[in-house]
């Protein structure tokens, strides 16, 4: 069964840090591209990040680029976000997801809320 | 960045009665490999997103026969037939073509 878990939202302060991580099972995660999707609450789903299958390829949002960088672990099946200098408006919850073909994503995880606050 | 406009974004339905939810993007869909990267997802309460429809039309595995997606160029619906209580949620078509990928505004689904 394909599984997307993902880890480490919690409150954090304008002007800081926090990593995340989404531990993937039941594929063969070397073999697809993976996306961050967040969702500001109440709100609807935004694109933050693609990186393909060996993290040789990155692409990001206007809004977190030079902010965030995304990357991946092959070997411990684990996709990551960090995510610096945030402000409020980076308030979501934050969904990894799997690329399964060309121009989409197949399955996600649970999410992790990420709260930007002081 | 392409603009994905959903319509209606509110939507009650009478159990039973078919639904269509509409997306319009600003640009085209088509790839050079001649696919049109254009999908549906639903987001029931609470829950994470899922996605029912891939390619304008192909259904997921899992998917009842009553949702189905159609249209090509920048006009694409999703329908469904008769709607079921389990269907209530926040309907988003998303393009997948043009970087950043991007979501429409989400049209939500409720019964009458």
């Known amino acids: 069964e394909v599984q997307m878990v993902e880890s480490g939202g919690t409150l954090v302060q304008p002007g800081g840090s926090l990593r995340l991580s989404c531990a993937a099972s039941g594929f063969t995660f070397s073999n697809y591209w993976m996306s961050w999707v967040r969702q500001a609450p109440g709100k609807g789903l935004a694109w933050v990040a693609n990186i393909n299958h060996d993290g040789s390829e990155k692409y990001y949002v206007d809004s977190v680029e030079g902010r965030f960088t995304i990357s991946r672990d092959n070997v411990k099946n684990s996709l990551y976000l960090q995510m610096n200098s945030l402000s409020a408006e980076d308030t979501a919850e934050y969904y990894c997801a799997r690329a399964g073909g060309v121009g989409t994503v197949d399955y996600w995880g649970q999410g992790t809320l990420v709260t930007v606050s002081s | ?112």
């Not at chain 2, 406009?5 to 159990?15: A, I, R």
């Not at chain 2, 029931?44 to 996605?51: D, E, K, T």
């Not at chain 2, 997921?60 to 090509?72: L, T």
């Open chain 2, 1 to 112: 960045d392409v603009v994905m406009t959903q319509s209606p974004l509110s939507l009650p339905v009478t159990l039973g009665q078919p639904a269509s939810i509409s997306c319009r993007s600003s640009q085209g869909l088509v790839h050079s490999d001649g696919n049109t990267y254009l999908n549906w997802f639903q987001q029931r309460p609470g829950q994470s997103p899922r996605r029912l429809i891939y390619q304008v039309s192909n259904r997921d595995s899992g998917v009842p026969d009553r949702f189905s997606g159609s249209g090509s160029g920048t006009d694409f619906t999703l329908k469904i037939s008769r709607v079921e209580a389990e269907d209530v949620g926040v309907y988003y078509c998303m393009q997948g073509i043009h970087w950043p990928w991007t979501f429409g505004q989400g049209t939500n689904v409720e019964i009458k």
